[in-house]
């Protein structure tokens, strides 16, 4: 079993590897501004390793503010970088968005705004529109993040409640060019989607915002409403003439770091199979699937040959109804746990590859084919602990959560189930 448990580690670890910044950023610098200032801006949870990085290659002058989550921040010496929270917002993060604001403020043509973004940015970036609290938010968030919506949905209501996201950085940085670099941590790469897209132009509506809202029962106070209702909290959309000189590039997603982690399995002898970087739902309705094919290509050799090693990357979601402690990535190999019933040769990982797995203090946990055996050694009862959505004291109890602290990238999970 030890060495099932290092090989996947490994394969973890290849994959945070390949999104690093210090790997990805620097080929998708632009030229430093002739005649204009360079300013710096950024949020998310790699934001202040994306500012270091910057720093380093560029010698001439720069300022800048850059918002990261807390214990994530890195020393820069010429951008500022604040911490605040996530995933539920705090005052910490209105104010780091209102400095960012006002830094952008009064710039001309002939400046450059290098724009730093990264997944958490939505929840550190929280500077409410008019006629929106921070109390508002913080319920909201909470309520969102809970009730099983997606990213893209869940940013989709962020972008309309605020006052700097869905492309209104962008604005108040206009006539001054706007290069935005992004870590992508959402299936499917939108940029407009990472960290509520700040600086991009958003196609998304008030009415769709609406929408979901009411598709996820989630009740919001008369004022949030009347936002969302008079068409106030609208965005600007493609094709709106002050982005016409703006750039983005995504430069680290999920599909490099599964890429990563099938050479790193490929050079261990085992043969990997991507099966794909983009896959969403509710955790354990994905485990599920995943078991399925683990234990046909155990049983029957379809539809891969054994011994493999099945990857995949995403982000699913979890609708809580229990009061445990826990993320995804351990909701998921829980369920999967449960739907293996200890089959033979069938290991797994999953992590999220910024190191923390929802509000724990882990990036995921291990599975091997004893997990449930071991568990109930501990008096666990694991379809319970499910139902309790608790699959972090379950690892926990094992010794099998994986703790790598913050890793200042961010691509989503990471999953790996190695079948020997």
Known sequence: MQDERRLLLDLFEAAVGAVTSEGCLPSFLPEAPVGGRLIVVGAGKGAAEMARVVEGHYPGPLTGIVVTRYGHAVPCERIEVLEAAHPVPDAAGAGAAQRILDSVAGLNENDLVLCLISGGGSALLALPAAGVTLADK??????????????????????????????????????????????????????????????????????????????????????VRAVLTSGAGETPKPGDIRFANNRVHVIASARIALDAAAAAARAAGITPYILADDIEGEARDIALMHASMARSVRTHGMPFQRPCVILSGGETTVTVGGTGRGGRNTEFLLALGLALGGAPGIHAIACD?????????????????????????????????????????????????????????????FRAILIS
């Not at 790469?189 to 897209?197: L, N, W, Y």
């Not at 910024?354 to 501990?378: K, Q, T, V, W």
């Open 138 to 223: 913080q319920a909201l968030n909470s309520a969102l993040l809970k009730s099983g919506a997606t990213i893209g949905e869940m940013n989709c209501v962020r972008k309309h409640l605020s006052a700097i996201k869905g492309g209104r950085l962008a604005l108040a940085c206009a006539p001054a060019r706007v290069v935005t670099l992004l870590i992508s941590d959402v299936p499917g790469d939108d940029p407009g989607i990472v960290a509520s897209g700040p600086s991009l132009p958003d196609a998304g509506t008030c009415e769709e915002a609406l929408a979901i809202l009411a598709r996820y029962r989630i009740e919001v106070p008369a004022n």
């Open 353 to 413: 590859t910024d190191g923390i797995d929802g509000s724990e203090n882990n990036a995921g946990a291990l599975l091997a084919p004893d997990s449930l055996m071991r568990a109930e050694a501990h008096g666990l009862r694991a379809r319970a602990m499910l139902d309790n959505n608790d699959g972090y004291s379950f690892f926990q109890a094992l010794g099998d959560l994986v703790v790598c602290g913050p890793t200042l990238t961010n691509v989503n999970d």
